[in-house]
């Protein structure tokens, strides 16, 4: 699979980002990388969210720079 596509986000959703472990997962709120899970990890203030799709991360931390909001 590959990245989602704004026309499949659930009607709450304002953010899609990917994981580092290459899933496309859709949150509701902005959602930011947090530092205190090693490694790092997306969250958003209600951490309402929903996988959707896997691809290939991007190498190294690239995963981090994957933030997209709702258009």
Excluded: C, Y
């Amino acid at each position: 699979m590959s990245k989602p596509n704004w026309i499949q986000a659930p009607e709450w959703a304002d953010s899609l980002v990917q994981r580092e472990d290459g899933r496309w997962v859709f949150f509701e709120g902005e959602a930011f990388v947090f530092d205190g899970i090693p490694g790092g990890e997306w969250v958003s203030e209600t951490n309402r969210h929903e996988p959707m799709g896997f691809s290939e991360p991007p190498p190294n931390d690239g995963w981090r720079k994957t933030l997209e909001r709702r258009p």
